[in-house]
Structures are given as C-alpha cells and as structure tokens.
C-alpha cells in the first residue's frame, strides 16, 4: 500500500498535536460581479449668445441738450423762457442719450458660458462573488478581482481527538 508524502507527514503532525498547512488549486466554477452605484459630480456648462448693448458717448446726449435748449427757447416767452429752454435741455438730453445707445453698431453679440455642477450615478464593480469546488464540495467567497478559471486556497489540516489518548514518545 502506497501512502503519499503529504499524507504521510500530515499523520506524523496529527500525531503530535500540530496543524498543518498546505496551498491546493481549486477550480472555478462562477464568479459573478458585484456591482455598487456611485456618484459623481461632473461640471456641465452651457453657452448661450447675449446681446448686450453698447455704452453711450455722452455725444447723443450732447447733441440732445443743444437742440432742446433751442427749441424750448424758440417756445416760451418771457420768464416762461428761460424755463422752456432748461426743460428743452434737459429733455433733449436724455432723449438724445436713448437714441445713442439704441443704436444698432454700438449693441453687441457676446457668448456667455454658464457652469454648474450636477450628480451623475455610475455603475462601478467593487469585488466578485466567487463560488469554487475543492475535493468534490462547494465554497463561496467575495475577492476583490475576478479569480480567473482556477485560484489557489489554503488547505488547513487539524487532527480530531476523540477520546482517545497520544501514544507517548
């Protein structure tokens, strides 16, 4: 009857009380993903085009003043003109002022870009669930990676006393 180097030395540690370790390949049988959902910020930014209108030279508002102060001196009569000139002036201004900046070659296109952050969910693999067969039974684990088709395990032998007694050295 052949007995095995192994087995031979696992009953010599049996006898004495000791256990034995020793490293076997076990095959794979699945491994399946463990998948967890993570958020993420991300920074999404939009471009929008914004006309904005041109600042004003104050020549508008120049010109306006003059020619209200005419007009309104050309109205009243009296002391009445003096008044009608100031309000001409001081109409013709702001008249002359809004005209000036309405106009089309002082507006401007513009593009404005608008930034904020949003939360985006991923699906990220955070380990695998390993079932495995080693001498004719089942096992399962968790691993961080997936074990390929076979993976090594540790084989850990340990005698069973049963009542009985160690034969004595």
Same mark, same amino acid.
């Given at each position: 009857?052949?007995?095995?180097?192994?087995?031979?030395? &696992?009953?010599?540690?049996?006898?004495?009380?000791?256990?034995?370790?020793? $490293?076997?390949?076990?095959?794979?049988?699945?491994?399946?993903?463990?998948? $967890?959902?993570?958020?993420?910020?991300?920074? &999404?930014?939009?471009?929008?085009? &914004?006309? $904005? @209108?041109?600042?004003?030279?104050?020549?508008?508002?120049?010109?306006?003043?003059?020619?209200?102060?005419?007009?309104?001196?050309?109205?009243?009569?009296?002391?009445? @003109?003096?008044?009608?000139?100031?309000?001409?002036?001081?109409?013709?201004?702001?008249?002359?002022?809004?005209?000036?900046?309405?106009?089309?070659?002082? %507006?401007?296109?513009?593009?404005?870009?608008?930034?904020?952050?949003?939360?985006?969910?991923?699906?990220?693999? %955070?380990?695998?669930?390993?079932?495995?067969?080693?001498?004719?039974?089942?096992?399962?684990? !968790?691993?961080?990676?997936?074990?390929?088709?076979?993976? @090594?395990? !540790?084989?850990? &032998?340990?005698?069973?006393?049963?009542?009985?007694?160690?034969?004595? @050295?």
């Amino acid at each position: 009857m052949k007995k095995s180097v192994f087995g031979v030395g &696992v009953s010599l540690l049996a006898l004495c009380g000791v256990t034995a370790q020793a $490293q076997e390949m076990a095959r794979v049988m699945a491994a399946t993903p463990v998948v $967890q959902q993570v958020a993420v910020p991300r920074q &999404v930014c939009t471009t929008q085009q &914004v006309t $904005q @209108r041109g600042g004003t030279t104050g020549a508008g508002a120049v010109i306006g003043g003059v020619a209200g102060g005419v007009l309104g001196n050309q109205v009243g009569h009296g002391s009445g @003109r003096a008044a009608a000139t100031v309000l001409g002036v001081v109409g013709g201004a702001v008249l002359g002022n809004t005209i000036e900046g309405n106009q089309a070659p002082n %507006s401007r296109v513009q593009d404005v870009q608008n930034c904020t952050t949003q939360t985006f969910y991923e699906d990220r693999i %955070s380990g695998y669930n390993v079932r495995y067969e080693y001498a004719g039974r089942e096992y399962q684990t !968790q691993m961080p990676y997936d074990p390929g088709p076979s993976m @090594r395990v !540790q084989v850990q &032998v340990t005698p069973i006393v049963s009542g009985g007694s160690y034969p004595s @050295r």
